[in-house]
């Protein structure tokens, strides 16, 4: 592929909802370039964006791919981003690179789960769109009632600019209402032809749409609209394309991307409407700019990173400015180390194709860079920048895993790091109350296909379950204890005698040992025997196994032996006595309690408090949220929203997100705690329980 320049580099992401048709739209694209000679499909596993075998297998896009072309003297990097909600993170990544993007909406479904998030990212990142409504060739299809939903839910700024010839199998054309020109297709070209005559009154109408709204943003076009003088074709043109690329339009097209009907049309769009990756420039962390320039100082951005089998690690690079070279030096400033750039590849898909250099705009993956991961900056070493790292959604599920063999364990380690590297929105981490391995991510499906890549990557397998719950074990009464322990086996004895008093903390004190130990009736350095014996059993507990908080225990009376005594001995009496007093001064259970933002559009508000009721949740408050959104806070038992990620994106078919904390301890349900001490009595029968203190 030959070096374009700057000014001739688009970089467009495609973005959409599952089953929108991005990435057989991708196929269309191409395929009218004459870059591939077939369309793939994604039924069989032949696109060449989803080369995954996790993709071929669920027939979905999990990672963002690259997917560059010619075209009438522009170089197109096509970024295909997924569209399922678990794998948001590759999406963001995508999003970072492009200075554009293709909003696909499915004319069957309409704006499926997802869509309106993906608009919402595309916005806060500034970028200038074109919509293109899919699928026309399918059975319900309609374009009038996806364009009126596009409309209502992004705003009146989505304007009409194609509307589609025939309808479902009958669809064959479009009528292309910003020219008053028509189109049949053959083979994916466009052939000019007549308006049809059923089409001409409607045809007249939505471009009646399309005026109004342009000459609202043109001062000078309004003025001649009001006093009614005559507005030119090529003033509607050229006001259109302008308004496009301020983002004061978003344009609506229309197609089959399996049919290759209306995509060449798209093409043109691109070509025209979007803005080329010299109008971009980019700030540092400290204000510095660069050029979009070759001639600028080299910078350049990690965006993605992949492993791909052959080739090992790949870093996907945005370069922002200069030029880079292949065997130079370059600086990774964000962790000030020198980095080798050795082989340069233009990747499309899983294809590579190796570059000497390659200039600001464009987009290429660096194999084997030694100290460099996702959210880097590389740059001149003698002209230091730093590019704000992506902001990533927070992973909204959790399980834990083990390996199915101890053989497997330190294995299983370092698969699970290098998965993370990897992707941004997956996250391992090691509980060291409950032993536990978690590792968390966007959903259900994206952390089963982690665990399928740990599988087929790194041979191995491992067994997940529900994270245990953090519960603990508190009192509210008082209570005193003798705790005695007196052991004679034939030689030196064991003895160790303690009296104890315990009463219950305010919420949140934690532990409270106090010694009123008077006259040496113990000697003072038995005393942290005692203290510890009570900490270790504590920390297994009493009633239930989990950990003991919000406890005073006052030590203040007891005997010893000058011979027998010991520190273990004292220890042991210590767990004795704390065992017996807790059991007598109202034991009670506390769970986590969790507090949520749950962001979500209005119109889902009713539906989310009421299943937040349903989960024993305390509705906190409301407040308004962008684009006509509501964030409610709300306390939710931990126990609650271990599935809450999938729950609540069907509830809000996708359009909903939440953050959840820690916040505070409260009494469990009775029916909850007599589940919980009934599961401990069952372990303890069963002898699976070890005494802590021995």
């Avoid at 919402?120 to 919509?131: G, K, S, T, V, Y």
């Avoid at 190796?354 to 740059?379: F, H, Q, R, W, Y």
Wanted: glycine fraction near 8%.
């Amino acid at each position: 592929m030959k070096q374009y320049e700057t000014g001739k580099i688009k970089n467009v992401a495609l973005i959409g909802h599952p089953g929108s048709g991005k990435t057989s739209l991708a196929e269309a694209m191409l395929f009218n370039s004459k870059t591939t000679g077939r369309l793939g499909s994604v039924n069989d596993g032949t696109t060449v964006s989803d080369f995954d075998q996790e993709e071929i297998k669920r027939k979905i896009s999990i990672r963002t791919s690259v997917l560059p072309f010619e075209y009438n003297g522009y170089k197109v990097n096509l970024i295909d981003t997924p569209g399922f909600p678990d794998f948001v993170g590759d999406a963001v990544s995508g999003l970072y690179a492009a200075d554009c993007a293709i909003f696909l909406a499915c004319a069957v479904s309409g704006l499926g789960v997802g869509a309106q998030e993906f608009w919402r990212m595309a916005e806060a990142d500034n970028l200038p769109r074109i919509i293109f409504i899919n699928k026309l060739d399918k059975e319900r299809a309609d374009f009038y009632k996806t364009f009126d939903i596009l409309k209502e839910t992004f705003g009146k700024d989505v304007v009409p600019v194609h509307l589609p010839i025939g309808q479902e199998s009958g669809f064959s054309g479009i009528v292309d209402i910003l020219n008053k020109k028509a189109y049949k297709f053959e083979n994916g070209m466009a052939v000019e032809i007549p308006i049809p005559e059923d089409m001409k009154e409607k045809t007249e109408k939505y471009r009646d749409i399309l005026i109004e709204e342009v000459v609202e943003i043109d001062e000078a076009l309004l003025a001649k609209f009001m006093n009614n003088e005559e507005i030119t074709d090529e003033q509607v043109q050229e006001a259109f394309q302008k308004s496009v690329d301020h983002k004061q339009i978003y344009p609506v097209l229309c197609g089959s991307s399996v049919k290759n009907i209306g995509i060449t049309l798209l093409m043109d769009a691109m070509e025209h409407w979007l803005p080329g990756a010299d109008e971009r420039a980019l700030k540092g962390i400290d204000g510095t700019e660069r050029k979009a320039s070759k001639d600028d100082a080299l910078s350049a951005y990690v965006f993605l990173t992949a492993v791909e089998p052959h080739v090992g690690e790949l870093s996907y690079v945005r370069i922002f400015s200069g030029t880079l070279n292949h065997s130079s030096s370059v600086l990774n400033s964000s962790k000030n180390a020198q980095e080798r750039v050795g082989q340069i590849f233009y990747m499309r898909g899983k294809n590579r194709e190796e570059t000497m250099s390659a200039v600001a705009g464009d987009i290429v993956a660096l194999p084997k860079m030694k100290n460099t991961a996702t959210g880097d900056t590389l740059c001149d070493p003698a002209k230091k920048i730093i590019y704000e790292r992506i902001k990533y959604p927070e992973p909204v599920l959790s399980i834990s895993v083990k390996p199915k063999s101890k053989a497997d364990q330190e294995k299983m380690g370092l698969a699970l790091n290098a998965l993370m590297h990897e992707d941004m929105t997956f996250m391992v981490s090691h509980n060291t109350e409950t032993k536990e391995t978690i590792i968390s991510g966007m959903g259900d499906v994206h952390l089963d296909v982690m665990m399928e890549r740990q599988k087929r990557r790194y041979g191995v397998e491992i067994e997940a379950g529900a994270p245990r719950i953090a519960y603990r074990e508190t009192i509210k009464g008082k209570a005193k204890s003798q705790g005695k322990y007196k052991k004679q086996s034939g030689g030196r004895g064991q003895y160790g005698d303690c009296w104890l008093e315990i009463e219950p903390l305010s919420r949140g004190r934690g532990f409270e040992f106090v010694d009123k130990i008077v006259g040496g009736v113990i000697p003072k350095n038995y005393i942290p025997a005692i203290e510890k014996g009570i900490r270790e059993t504590m920390s297994g507990g009493v009633i239930a196994g989990y950990p003991v908080m919000d406890v005073k225990v006052t030590l203040y009376d007891g005997s010893y032996h000058e011979v027998d005594s010991s520190d273990m001995a004292f220890k042991i009496a210590g767990s004795m006595g704390f065992k017996k007093a807790f059991s007598e001064a109202r034991p009670v259970i506390l769970e986590p309690i969790m507090n949520l933002d749950i962001t979500v559009p209005d119109d889902c508000v009713g539906d989310i408090v009421s299943d937040l009721n349903k989960r024993r949740g305390k509705i906190l408050g409301m407040d308004p949220a962008a684009n006509k959104h509501q964030t409610i806070r709300a306390s939710v038992p931990s126990s609650e929203i271990s599935k809450y990620a999938s729950d609540l994106r069907s509830i809000s078919r996708g359009r909903g997100s939440f953050t959840a904390r820690f916040s505070h301890y409260e009494e469990a349900t009775g029916k909850t705690q007599s589940d919980l001490v009934g599961k401990h009595e069952q372990l303890k029968a069963a002898g699976q329980l070890q005494d802590r203190t021995l």
